[in-house]
């Protein structure tokens, strides 16, 4: 396994990081969301509990998860599909946001 290169300006103009050398730590964002709480800030602990879930997801999936909640992107019976899987993949927080929206979006009539 090879060493991840240091996070400089340097290696990055001389492409020498990639992605997964940026990617947040689900545990990093678990600590914040920890140290907001403490501060104070529920709602922003929350929001680093939900990006500690994404984290681990591949990138296409989180794109298609903003497409699916923009308004009159998704039916009910998409919401739930997405809620269902994020629920499998381990991202109960996400799957209840995604409830939430739903419920919100058929009241607004913002479903497709």
């Known amino acids: 396994m090879s060493e991840r290169p240091e996070i400089t300006v340097a290696n990055a103009v001389d492409g020498k990081l990639g992605l997964p050398d940026l990617r947040m730590d689900p545990t990093v964002l678990a600590h914040q969301a920890v140290v907001a709480a403490e501060g104070g800030n529920p709602q922003l602990a929350e929001n680093f509990l939900r990006a500690a879930e994404l984290a681990v ?54 479903l497709r």
């Open 57 to 110: 997801v591949d990138d296409e999936q989180v794109i298609a998860l903003y497409e699916a909640l923009r308004p009159h992107r998704s039916t009910a019976d998409d919401l739930e599909s997405l809620r269902v899987a994020l629920e499998h993949q381990g991202a109960p927080r996400c799957a209840e946001l995604v409830r939430q929206a739903a419920v919100v979006y058929a009241r607004r009539g913002l």
